[in-house]
């Protein structure tokens, strides 16, 4: 029952899939797919932290702007000769203390999480445009693509990471006391509070993990370029959201799963690719990815309508 | 209370940067501001008027665009202004009304049903126009209208008012404004109440919708055009604005006359900090700055005060002084502060700065997108040019491909009074009224890179034609294929008139000389590395017979590289196209960029700001043949063309010669 949402992506997925398959066999030669997921691999890890953080009732819109401030700061760190050693827990810990600067700021101001990364989205990006001034960061190490491994190998560790990472929030969320404080607070912050969830812990725990899910998209993302982009991640947020609500969250709190948010993951990551294969237009792309968007929203609520019928 | 506060601040900002720039108290800055809120206080209304029910709408940017589309659309039929006006409101009502549709009838929270019709209104949009077509040549009534004005006050200033009293008697008088305040504070009890919740909060939606529409008739009305890109990124400041003004996510709250203080506040801001000379970067981090402590503000607020009724809140007094004394603080800070940098910014010291006079010439320069690397470079060529030459240079831009941001910042360096103004055209007909009207004002005007209309500048730095550029990459790439087999082209964005032109060119030298080589596919990168990576990915996979891809981005190309690197088919599939050698030089070294087309960029701006030194006193004039350009030697001009030079074909003999 409470999986049906899922199963329904999947299925959508394998539609969509099959599709491609008639059309466009070259879709699905390994080589594609598993460049494919690579490529689509920050995205997921961002949304699995996202998946977290919406569970709670909040929500970040500065992932974008954190990406690329988290990117930067990992280049400019191996720029500087540091292994990856020190680079890496660097960098996850940036993102954890991003994590805990927004927490900080809502709990401090009571203020909807929307507008305090509302402004330091603005805050994030000027700055970085401010000292980097649109240049990129160049002549990294020869060894920081892929972590020095080699793309076969590095790919295949980045994947492996993408997955554990995955399993990892899956069994927080799912079974941990932390995990289900989020979605807790998220259905009802009030009754959580009265029956002794500490509202404002799950809070800045869920922003921590979503920091920590960002240094990871961070280092994933990064170490499959020679150079670092400093503008990257414009519109990411919106990828990183949209793939958590198609997979099922309340964007209100209080209902979230990650197999939801791979799914929806999922999905985004086939369309996208599948239009380049059928040679749709690109003038419509948008236009598709916003109707399977609007599509797949409402199904969840056809979904839930029925199930509430039901029960 | 939160009115009071925001004139105050409003009132603070202004004084200082009358103080600090000397221009900004003109007539002329006050109207060019005036003209350029009208579109954003709509915009922010509608925010306002559905925040007030707790909900949200992102997609009003995306509405603006689709509704600007329609009015071009219907003109272009030749229904008559009038009619096309219509349209374009009734566009912004439908899908407000969708929006209102997706909220109530399947109960979507709004911020997903927005967040999905943000997408989908915006890719319609794309999708109709093919992401390139522009609807332009509206009536000259029409564009008389939108320039014009009548008592020194701004035409669209005359549509807005009566909107926004009307909106400020429906939201605090009428019984709608009163039902939505009630369904944003408690929606339970509002429908106990006999309200229709439903009805009330698809009607706040439909008002949204309308007011976008409106915005983006008066935006289409004022560039002269209407593009599928057309407010891209409004809804977060029509959010910011609303929340400044006093409305909360938590509905229920907020007023017009807030919104419309809050935007003045913001406006005036952004204004000031450009005509002071900074980057506008810093504009950008104050404004998030201010979300930041408005937010602060409110919770102090609300700490001490409940509301006392719907919509406003109360301050204890100490609190109210310490705001006040917070404000003017920060505005004698702002005042002392500006002035020194704008002083500093002017004479090039922060040592006695009234001392001196100003003589230097100013030059302002216009890129299309600062973050832009290809840009970048062309900025260090300018400010070598600059520092020879002892003039002041100006440069800034929008950080992202936007006309509308292009006309503002012209607008406040006509206010400034520059001495010559230097512009990357990313919009023809939108950029060539403002470049005008600093013609009429005595600024001399030059195009660089990209061109206005003829009349609306003095010369072209021109780095290349178009049919240069296209015939140069069709044979290369011919020359690759072996005169047989399949191309790919990477363009930036599919709205770049820029490469639309070139991939005119390119495509028509391919059909009358290399007629075997045929084009597989063209794909948008937005001039970012990762997605033109990814798009050349998906290009590979879905076309693998393609054997080269022409990339015209400079950020496209070493990402085209990358894939074609990381798939493993270095070699076999060669990439090429218009980059900057820093960018490229490894995948060249490694051969799978056989070559990259450019002209010298630093060079492009080293002698846009030499040709504007000459304008500027006079020694460059209509008629001349030659141009003495420092380090450049002499350089060829051609009737009102200064000519770079022929595009360059950087390869593995020659790109480390290169330092840029």
Known sequence: MKMRREVALVALVALVGAIVACVAPGFFAPAHLRGLLLDRLPILVGALGMTCVIASGQIDVAVGAELALLSALLGTLAKLGLPFVVTIPLTLLAGVALGALHAGLIAVLRAPALLVTLATLGIVREGLRLHFGGTWILDLPGDFPWFGLGQERGGTLCLAAGAALALLFAGILAVTRTGRSWLAVGGDPHVAGLLGVRVHSARTTAFL?????????????????????????????????????????????????????????????VLGSMLVFLHVDPAWEKAVAGLALVLGVAADTLFAAREVHRA | MRERVLLALWLAVTAAFA?????????????????????NLLLALGALTVLRARAIDLSCGATLALSALGFGAVNHVGLGWPCAALAAILCGAICGLGNGLLVVVLR??????????LATWRGLAEGATGGYRVFSSFPDGVLALAHGGALGI????????????????????????????????????ARHAGVQVGRRLCTAFVIAGALA????????????????????????????????????????????????????????????????????????????????????????????????SAGTLRMSNRQLAVLVLAILAAGLLVFLGLGRVADALRTGSL???????????????????????????????????????????LWDGPSDTDAGKQNELVDAWIARGVDVIA??????????TVLLKARTKGIRVLTWDADARPEARDFLVNQATAVGIGETLADEAARLLGETGRYAIVTASLTAENQNSWIAALKARMASAHPKCTLAQIRPSDGMRDKAFAETKNILGADPDVRVVV???????????????????????????????????????????????????????????????????GALKRGATTLGAGRLGTVAIDGDQVLLGKPFLFTKQNIDLFGF
């Open chain 2, 213 to 308: 529409g409106t915005a983006g008739l008066l935006q289409a009305v004022r560039l002269g055009q209407a593009k599928a890109d057309m407010g891209l990124g409004a809804e977060l400041v029509a959010i910011t604005v609303a929340v400044l003004g006093g409305a909360s996510l938590h509905g229920g709250r907020g007023s017009v006359p807030g919104t419309l203080l809050a935007l003045a506040c913001l406006a005036t801001w952004q204004n000031g900090v450009r005509l002071v000379g900074m980057p506008s970067e810093v504009a950008g981090i104050g404004v998030g700055t201010a979300l930041l402590l408005t937010i602060a503000i409110d919770r102090d607020a609300a700490h001490t005060a409940a509301p006392s």
């Open chain 2, 108 to 117: 979507l929270p709004p911020l997903v049903a927005t967040l999905a019709t």
């Open chain 2, 423 to 432: 512009a990357s055209v990313e919009n023809k007909d939108a950029l060539s």
């Open chain 1, 209 to 269: 993990a979503l920091g920590f899910a960002m240094g990871c998209a961070a280092l994933l993302h990064a170490t499959r370029f020679p150079t670092i982009e400093t503008e990257v991640g414009l519109g990411y947020e919106l990828e990183v959201i949209a793939c958590v609500v198609v997979g099922g969250a309340n964007p209100n709190g209080g209902r979230a799963s990650i197999t939801g948010t791979c799914a929806g993951w999922l999905l985004f990551a």
């Open chain 2, 154 to 189: 701004p035409s669209p200033v005359f549509v807005v008012v009566p909107v926004a009293l009307l909106l400020h008697v429906v939201l605090s008088r009428a019984a709608l404004g009163q039902e939505l305040a009630a369904i944003g504070l408690a929606p339970g009890a």
């Open chain 2, 551 to 617: 990339a015209l981005a400079s950020a496209a190309v070493p990402g085209a590289a990358e894939a074609v690197k990381q798939l493993g088919l270095a070699g076999k599939v060669q990439v090429i196209g218009l980059s900057v050698p820093s960018l490229c030089r490894a995948y060249v070294h490694e051969g799978v960029i056989p070559s990259i087309t450019l002209w010298n960029t630093i060079d492009l701006g080293y002698l846009t700001v030499h040709a504007a030194a000459q304008l500027a006193n």
């Open chain 2, 351 to 393: 040592a006695a700065p009234e001392s001196r006079p100003r003589k230097h010439v100013t030059v302002a320069m216009l890129p299309k997108n600062k973050s832009d690397p290809y840009f970048t470079s062309c900025r260090q060529g300018a400010e070598e040019a600059a520092k020879e030459l002892g003039i002041d240079l």
């Open chain 2, 19 to 39: 103080v600090a720039a000397p221009h900004f108290a003109s007539l002329e800055n006050l109207q060019d501001l005036a003209r350029a809120s009208c579109e």
